[in-house]
């Protein structure tokens, strides 16, 4: 009854335009998925290199979130897939208690908002760790281009495994490693993702809290700063701050590959 009365105490999301074909240009989302620097990952984009006549057929929307700012809440009414063109989101429970806990970090080229297929509310709230910019994707609509378009449905099916097997490795990450295996896990994989979308990846900047690290990877915020100092004098990284310079990648992925044999 609370999580109910919360909901209704929010204001109102403020209401998405989605542009068709009899609104703009046909050309419209295919400029902006050719400008993108994300576009070999994200899952519209993806669509547009096999065929661009199936991009003209979305119906989409464009969001600009604020730092802090909720993109959706924890029970909210699912309408929407949510591509990341720029920014970080954490997507968050919040326990009985009234603690956070993160269950995911999103970054550019990925998509928020899976959460909701199941039982058409969303099962989680999902927060922009810095200024972001998503594109948004009607949800039905694309249901109905999948339904006659066999190459779409399998980009879904795609998009929608690799998301059960993020949730796979996060559950070996807490069921099996220690807390130096799980922060090495977790800085190896970020390194990866960013260097995917053409950043450093052994150099950046943390948008997480380590209170935020902590709950995501089930740690302390006391033991996520120990290992991140632990680290640090065994000369695999740097740490300024949230600024972290990887010095040994392959000593971190060492750890790792010993943790898992």
């Known amino acids: 009854m609370a999580a109910v009365v919360g909901n209704l105490a929010r204001p109102p999301l403020p209401r998405i335009r989605l542009k068709t074909e009899t609104s703009v240009p046909d050309t419209s989302l295919m400029m902006r998925c050719a400008t993108c620097l994300h576009k070999e990952t994200c899952f519209p984009c993806g669509i547009a ?7 003209n057929a ?11 700012q909720t993109l959706y809440h924890e029970g ?3 309408q929407f897939l949510y591509a990341v063109r720029s920014g970080t989101f954490k997507s968050r429970l919040l326990l009985a208690d009234g603690r956070e806990q993160v269950n995911d ?10 959460d909701g297929v199941a039982y058409g509310t969303h099962a989680s709230s999902a927060i922009a760790l810095e200024d972001a910019d998503v594109c948004v994707i009607s949800y039905s609509h694309l249901m109905e281009l999948a339904a006659s378009n066999a190459g779409l449905l399998q980009v879904i099916a795609r998009m929608m ?15 099996s490693m220690n807390a130096e295996e799980r922060l090495a896990a977790f ?3 970020l390194s990866h993702r960013l260097k995917m979308r053409g950043y450093s990846a052994v150099e950046f900047h943390l948008r997480m809290s380590r209170a935020e690290i902590g709950s995501y990877l089930g ?3 006391e033991t996520v700063s120990r290992t991140f100092s632990a680290f640090q004098q065994l000369n695999l990284l740097e740490v300024d701050k949230r600024h972290i310079s990887l010095l040994n990648i392959d000593g971190l992925k060492r750890a790792l590959k010993k943790s898992l044999h």
């Open 187 to 189: 800085l190896v994989n």
């Open 219 to 221: 740690m302390t915020l």
């Open 49 to 55: 290199v096999n065929d661009a006549r199936q991009l």
């Open 161 to 175: 495994s690799r998301e059960i097997l993020r949730e796979h490795r996060l559950i070996t990450l807490l069921g």
């Open 58 to 68: 979305f119906r989409f929307g464009q969001r600009k979130v604020k730092t802090g």
């Open 76 to 78: 909210d009414y699912f």
């Open 105 to 114: 970090f999103c970054m550019a080229g990925e998509i928020l908002g899976l």
